[in-house]
């Protein structure tokens, strides 16, 4: 007698344990961020063939029970679950982020990621984030760099000088000449600090056939401000003249059509015929302006945007008040980091204290030709295999790779109906091999007891 059941029983015993242990471990990563569950699949094992002796019937195949196939992570998506930390990101797609360690690169779904004591952002493991940097030579991030660990800027961002500024406005076509009108705006020098700019016109006259209308203007700040003044003076300095400025704005004149459209703007002298309108440079070419008191420089050439893109100019003289409607320049002074935000391209932005925004750094995602041949190295953490291919690694939104959700993270995909069914599954398997063993043990003790 030759009976294979114990065997059998015992190869079923030992695949529907693993089988408890693969929900088991998926039903202790519940809450774990970025966690893959696990799938356990089974195949047969072979074991006898032999033939039966009826003519015709061939061979018969006997099973000796079964064996696991593999265990394989599920990589379908997670919920996703919004966090206090903007430096968290879950991924909207099949991209793995990208993760540097002492052994070489490791691939993860879990984004909470935190900077740590060098301002390099991290993972959890403390493993550095990779991702595309900053160029220093023209300041945009440039994938041509490669891969590098992301560090977060730390201190203060330098200030930037005024090179342009705009004044939409309108001067009163009906006012008396002489009239005048007064505006102002800031400009910031080399090392931050800001210097009130006033913008000083004065209605010269209205002439010609069709008639233009002239004003007069200067662009101005306090001569105290500028190095080697009098820090008492009162006076206005020039940024056109590059001189103490009169009691009457004269550096400049803008010239006004009949249909109160900005026609030409100039500085110094009238011109022998009207210069077509374009932006002015202050201080225009061959004026050179000086120091500030406190050590700065300003822009060398700032120029006064009198055009938009659509052709149009936002200094008008219709026949309604003088007023400003919208001013604005460029330049910043010095700012601390006040926040941080990922974009949903992985774009890592710093946000500071003067309101200036700079893109620094860009998170890469992963992304495998089989992606179930990525072996588990723990902590949520995987490596690349010969089965998994190479990866393809680039910016999120490219390739499929999916995109990113700054201050989120994707929870653990395992769902609990699901794992609490395979547990009455795989427990009734096992009780079934368990009684099989006790039956054969039976038949075994009453072969026994026909000897006797």
């Known amino acids: 007698m030759n009976l294979t059941t114990f065997t059998t029983a015992l190869s079923g015993l030992n695949a529907n344990a693993q089988g408890l242990s693969v929900v088991g471990n998926n039903l202790a990563n519940l809450n774990t961020v970025g966690f893959k569950s696990s799938n356990i699949s089974f195949v047969d094992v072979l074991g006898q063939a032999f033939a039966t002796g009826v003519s015709g019937s061939g061979n018969v195949n006997l099973g000796l029970g079964t064996q696991v196939a593999s265990v394989r992570a599920n990589f379908s998506a997670g919920s996703v679950q919004t966090t206090n930390n903007p430096l968290d990101v879950a991924i909207q797609g099949k991209g793995l982020l990208v993760l540097k360690g002492a052994e070489g690169k490791y691939y993860t779904r879990a984004g909470n990621l935190h900077l740590d004591s060098d301002n390099n952002l991290v993972a959890d493991n403390g493993m550095a984030v990779q991702g595309y940097v900053r160029n220093p030579s023209n300041g945009t991030i440039d994938p041509n760099l490669g891969l590098h660990n992301i560090q977060m800027p730390s201190g203060l961002e330098s200030p930037v000088k005024t090179s342009q500024f705009q004044v939409n406005m309108n001067l009163d076509a009906n006012s008396a000449d002489a009239a005048k009108f007064t505006t102002s705006f800031q400009v910031y020098d080399s090392l931050g600090a800001a210097h009130m700019a006033k913008v000083s016109l004065q209605k010269d006259s209205t002439s010609g056939n069709p008639p233009l209308t002239k004003w007069k203007f200067d662009i101005t700040i306090p001569e105290k401000e500028t190095g080697g003044a009098d820090p008492a003076?009162?006076?206005?300095?020039?940024?056109?003249?590059?001189?103490?400025?009169?009691?009457?704005?004269?550096?400049?004149?803008?010239?006004?059509?009949?249909?109160?459209?900005?026609?030409?703007?100039?500085?110094?002298?009238?011109?022998?015929?009207?210069?077509?309108?374009?932006?002015?440079?202050?201080?225009?070419?061959?004026?050179?302006?000086?120091?500030?008191?406190?050590?700065?420089?300003?822009?060398?050439?700032?120029?006064w945007k009198l055009l938009s893109s659509d052709g149009t100019s936002p200094v008008t003289g219709f026949a309604s008040p003088s007023e400003v409607s919208f001013s604005s320049q460029n330049g910043a002074a010095a700012g601390t980091l006040n926040n941080m935000t990922v974009q949903p391209d992985g774009t890592i932005s710093a946000v500071f204290t003067n309101g200036k925004t700079v893109n620094f750094a860009q998170i890469v995602l992963a992304q495998f030709g089989n992606v179930d041949g990525l072996v588990p190295a723990g902590g949520g953490l995987y490596q690349e295999t010969a089965i998994s291919g190479s990866s393809f690694v680039g910016a999120p939104g490219d390739g499929g790779r999916g995109r990113m959700i700054g201050g989120a993270l994707e929870q653990s995909n395992v769902d609990l109906a699901t794992e609490l069914t395979k547990i009455i599954t795989f427990q009734r398997g096992y009780q079934a091999n368990a009684k099989l063993i006790t039956t054969t043990d039976q038949i075994m003790q009453q072969t026994m007891q026909m000897v006797q």
């Open 233 to 303: 003076s009162t006076k206005e300095y020039s940024l056109i003249t590059g001189a103490v400025a009169g009691a009457t704005p004269s550096a400049g004149t803008l010239v006004f059509d009949a249909a109160g459209k900005l026609k030409s703007a100039y500085t110094g002298a009238d011109p022998a015929a009207l210069p077509a309108l374009a932006d002015l440079k202050i201080p225009p070419a061959g004026v050179t302006l000086p120091g500030m008191a406190a050590g700065g420089t300003l822009a060398s050439s700032i120029s």
